[in-house]
C-alpha cells in the first residue's frame, strides 16, 4: 500500500523535483526545467528521463536532436514508464523521429563516407554517441504500444485497439482491438469513445448503431474532443439516431468552432446563413467562414467568394471575392476554379484576361466539372486565350453535354445544324436540342430551343428522329470525363 501510494497514477516515482521541472517546463522556463530535469534524468528517474526526451525532441531549451530523444526514452520506457513506453511505440510506428534524409549530418555523412567509410563512422559516433534518431521499426512500436496498455495507459490502449482493428502493423483482429477500446472507454477516455462511436456510426467492426453513436460522441464532446463536437452536430444536424435537432446542431457546432476546427466553423457559418438553429446573421456567417479560410478550409474560402461576389450579406466586392476564389482554386476548389475563371472572362474584380480563364477552366475541367468543360469549349471554339480549334471545342463541348449541361447542349445542337466546326448533321442537332429541351423550364430559350426543333423535325423522317433518339439514350450510357 505505502508502494504505491508513492507512485502516480502511471505506475512511476514522482518526487518534487520532478514535479519543479515539468511545471517549469508547461511555463515555457525552458533552462529551469533543464536544470532540474538533467540531474535526474542522469540519476536515473524514469519521468525525468520521458520529460528530457520530449524537451530535445522540440527543441526546448536544448537543440533539437532525436538521438537523444531515442535515448532518454528508451531509458524511460525500459524502466516501465508507460508513457515513454507508449511515445517509443509511436515513434517506431510513425517514423516521427527518425533520421531525416536531408539532415546536414545525413548528407555530410554519406559525402565523408563515400571516401572514408571508417573514418566518417568514427566521428559520427563522437559527435551523436546517441545516433540520429528512431529507425522505423513496426514490430517493436507495436510491442511497447502493449507494454503501455498492459500497465493500463488509455492512450496506449486506443491506439492498440484501432491497430488491431484496421491490421495495421499486426495481423487484423477485430476482437482484441474491440476489448482494448472498451477498457479505455469504460474509464470514459474521450479519444476511444469517440473511436467507438465512429464505429458504431459507420457500421465498421459493429453493427451499426447510431443511437450507441451519439451516446458514445456525446461522452468525449462533453469532454472536449473536438472531433466528436463536430460529428454530433452532424448527426443532429441531418437527424441520424436522432430526431433533427438545429438548435443542438449548433451547439455542438459551436462548440468544436470556438476550439478552431475549420470544417465545424463552415458548418456553423452555414446555419446562421440559413437561419438553422439561430437567427440568420450574415455578419456571424462571414465571420466563421473568414475564421475557417484563413486555416485554409478552400469551402470556406469558396464561400467568401461567392458572398463577396453577390452581395450576399450586403456589400458586393468582386475584388475580394477574386482574393477568396483564388485561394480556393489553389487549394483544388474545383468550383471556386470555374467561377474565378468566369470573373477572368466577364472583368469582375480582375481585367478581362481570356488566358488566365482557359488556365482556371481547364483545371476544373481535367476533374470533369461539366461548366467547366462547356466554357473552356467556348473558348476552344472563339479563339480566346487558346487557338481556334473546332476539334478541341467540340471535345470539350461535348464531354459536357453528356453531364448534362444545357449551355453546351444548345450549343453542340447549333453547330451541328450549321456545320460549324463539325460536319452538318440535322440528326445530332435534333439529338441536342432534344436533350436540352428535356432540361429546360418553360421560357423564352425553351421557346427557341423547340422552334429548332421543329424546323429540323420538317426535314427528317419518322426513322431519322428515331435514330436521333437512340443516339440520345447511348450518350446516357457513356462514360463521363
Not at 39 to 61: I, K, S, V
Not at 180 to 206: C, I, K, R
Amino acid at each position: 500500500m505505502i508502494r504505491k501510494l508513492l507512485r502516480s497514477s502511471d505506475g512511476t516515482r514522482r518526487s518534487g523535483t520532478v514535479e519543479a521541472g515539468v511545471h517549469a517546463l508547461t511555463q515555457g522556463d525552458f533552462p529551469s526545467a533543464l536544470a532540474e530535469l538533467r540531474p535526474l534524468a542522469e540519476a536515473g528517474d524514469a519521468e525525468a528521463q520521458f520529460h528530457l526526451a520530449q524537451m530535445y525532441a522540440n527543441g526546448q531549451g536544448v537543440t533539437q536532436d532525436f538521438g537523444d530523444t531515442a535515448f532518454w526514452l528508451r531509458k524511460s520506457a525500459e524502466q516501465g514508464y508507460a508513457e515513454a513506453q507508449f511515445k517509443l511505440g509511436i515513434c517506431c510506428v510513425s517514423g516521427q523521429a527518425a533520421p531525416r534524409d536531408d539532415h546536414p549530418v545525413v548528407r555530410w555523412y554519406r559525402a565523408a563516407g563515400a571516401r572514408n567509410a571508417a573514418a566518417a563512422k568514427a566521428n559520427l559516433e563522437l559527435l551523436h554517441p546517441n545516433g540520429l534518431g528512431i529507425p522505423v521499426n513496426i514490430e517493436e512500436g507495436i510491442g511497447w504500444y502493449r507494454k503501455a496498455a498492459d500497465q493500463g495507459l488509455l492512450s496506449a490502449q486506443t491506439a492498440l485497439g484501432l491497430l488491431c482493428i484496421t491490421g495495421q502493423g499486426v495481423p487484423r483482429d477485430v476482437e482484441e482491438g474491440l476489448l482494448w477500446l472498451n477498457a479505455a472507454a469504460e474509464h470514459n477516455y474521450p479519444g476511444a469513445l469517440y473511436h467507438l462511436g465512429s464505429l458504431y456510426a459507420s457500421g465498421e467492426a459493429v453493427e451499426r448503431d447510431p443511437v450507441r453513436a451519439i451516446e458514445l460522441y456525446r461522452g468525449a464532446a462533453e469532454q472536449g474532443h473536438v472531433v466528436a463536437q463536430l460529428n454530433l452536430g452532424l448527426l443532429y444536424a441531418n437527424g441520424q439516431g436522432v430526431e433533427r435537432d438545429y438548435a443542438e446542431a449548433v451547439r455542438w457546432y459551436q462548440a468544436a468552432a470556438e476550439q478552431g476546427n475549420s470544417a465545424a466553423q463552415v458548418n456553423l457559418g452555414l446555419m446562421y446563413a440559413n437561419g438553422q438553429g439561430v437567427e440568420r446573421d450574415y455578419g456571424k456567417v462571414v465571420g466563421w467562414f473568414r475564421k475557417a479560410a484563413e486555416q485554409g478550409n478552400t469551402s470556406a474560402q469558396f464561400n467568401l467568394g461567392f458572398i463577396f461576389a453577390n452581395g450576399v450579406a450586403g456589400r458586393q466586392d468582386n475584388a475580394e471575392a477574386v482574393i477568396w476564389y483564388r485561394k480556393a482554386a489553389n487549394g483544388g476548389n474545383v468550383a471556386a476554379q470555374v467561377n474565378l475563371g468566369l470573373m477572368y472572362v466577364n472583368s469582375q474584380g480582375v481585367m478581362q484576361d481570356y488566358n488566365e480563364a482557359a488556365t482556371w477552366f481547364r483545371m476544373a475541367a481535367d476533374l470533369g466539372n461539366a461548366v467547366a468543360q462547356a466554357n473552356l469549349g467556348l473558348l476552344y471554339m472563339n479563339g480566346r486565350g487558346v487557338p481556334v480549334d473546332p476539334v478541341e471545342a467540340t471535345r470539350w463541348l461535348t464531354k459536357a453535354g453528356v453531364q448534362g449541361s444545357v449551355p453546351a447542349q444548345i450549343n453542340l445542337g447549333q453547330m451541328h445544324l450549321n456545320g460549324q466546326g463539325v460536319e452538318q448533321d440535322q440528326i445530332r442537332a435534333y439529338m441536342w436540342f432534344s436533350q436540352a429541351a428535356s432540361t429546360l423550364q418553360p421560357g423564352d430559350e425553351l421557346n427557341r430551343v423547340t422552334a429548332n426543333l421543329n424546323a429540323i423535325a420538317a426535314n427528317l423522317t419518322s426513322e431519322d428522329i428515331n435514330k436521333a433518339m437512340e443516339l440520345a439514350r447511348n450518350l446516357r450510357g457513356q462514360p463521363v470525363g
